[in-house]
């Protein structure tokens, strides 16, 4: 047999071994009427998580804190158990008013918390790992992320500079259970940072419909991290800024159905009214994956606006980068 055909059966056997990775981590879903949300385990943690998490950056985002404190408790009465946040979102607002209400009621119990650390040096990671504890109001993290790892030198940065070193110490500590990285720029990143010798825990990367044809992330990371049973985290869901919704380019019930679809343990949507919650909640209890047929269908009828980027600019500007990462890298917080 030539080595064309060879290279072309091992590529075949290499696609049909993710798909059935694939198909496992779908199947661990629960059922919804056990736990009101359903539930998939976080890779090679085993805890089991909620498939929808609450956004940290748009709980900083809503105008009263009261209010931000009852989406929190609200979605924790209904199932969702997985809280994200960031030490930057909203210059600490967000872990502050998460923590004051996973605080009331013992509801840190209920909550597999996670937050991520922006700096890529060891004494100041430290010194931000203290800080997210103190404003959540609790001794230890579930998940700490290594943040928006969104420029080609991060992954060195990250191992260099010391924060990977803050992070194993955090988690010989016991302040720290499990560790990760996000991005949401180039997938090659994500890949420099799998390359890098650490098992990591969790990685946190664009998961919509529009992924599939540009930089995609569910092509090129997913597999990757299937084959290691690293726990997938996804976000930017409906496109980070709604874009996708405001064009009538798909629908709600769309976009919650094809990230779900997709072997990730948990999605963390942006959910900052409780209009906004009750929606999730709804789409996500009666979820059932979407057919082959469909997605195909989907997939067809977005393709032209699918492979430019408009909806996930994101991935192609400094605009939805934070500003802090801006600066620890060199450029102008303002502008594209």
């Not at 931000?68 to 967000?94: K, P």
């Not at 990285?181 to 529009?210: C, R, Y």
């Not at 380019?249 to 963390?268: G, H, I, K, M, N």
Request: hydrophobic share 40%.
């Amino acid at each position: 047999m030539s080595d064309s055909h060879s290279t072309r059966r091992e590529f075949i056997q290499a696609g049909v071994a993710v798909a059935a990775l694939a198909e496992q981590v779908l199947a661990q879903t629960s059922s919804a009427s056990a736990t009101g949300i359903p539930t998939r385990v976080l890779g090679r943690t085993g805890v089991r998580v909620s498939v929808i998490g609450i956004g940290g950056g748009h709980i900083g985002g809503v105008k009263e804190e009261s209010d931000g404190i009852r989406i929190i408790h609200a979605a924790l009465d209904e199932g969702v158990t997985f809280m994200d946040n960031a030490w930057e979102y909203s210059n600490g607002r967000s872990e502050d008013v998460m923590g004051k209400a996973l605080k009331m009621d013992g509801r840190r119990s209920k909550a597999f918390l996670m937050t991520k650390v922006c700096s890529r040096e060891y004494a100041v990671a430290m010194q931000q790992l203290e800080e997210s504890l103190r404003r959540l109001q609790t001794d230890h993290l579930d998940l700490w992320q290594f943040h928006e790892c969104n420029y080609f030198n991060d992954p060195e940065w990250v191992f260099e500079k010391g924060a990977i070193r803050a992070g194993i110490e955090a988690r010989k500590q016991g302040k720290v259970r499990f560790l990760g990285f996000t991005g949401h720029k180039s997938p090659q990143i994500h890949l420099q940072m799998l390359a890098k010798p650490f098992e990591w825990d969790t990685v946190q990367m664009p998961n919509n419909v529009m992924d599939a044809g540009f930089f995609s992330f569910s092509k090129e990371v997913m597999p990757a991290c299937l084959k290691r049973n690293i726990g997938i985290i996804g976000m930017k869901g409906c496109g980070g800024d709604g874009q996708m919704l405001a064009k009538n380019a798909v629908t709600v019930d769309e976009c919650y159905r094809y990230f779900l679809s997709q072997p990730v343990s948990v999605q963390v949507c942006g959910l900052a009214s409780m209009e906004h919650l009750r929606e999730a909640i709804r789409v996500t209890r009666a979820f059932k994956p979407m057919p082959d047929d469909e997605l195909k269908k989907l997939q067809s009828r977005i393709r032209d606006v699918q492979g430019d980027g408009r909806f996930e600019l994101f991935k192609s500007s400094k605009r939805f980068d934070s500003a802090y990462h801006r600066i620890q890298h060199g450029f102008e917080t303002q502008g594209v």
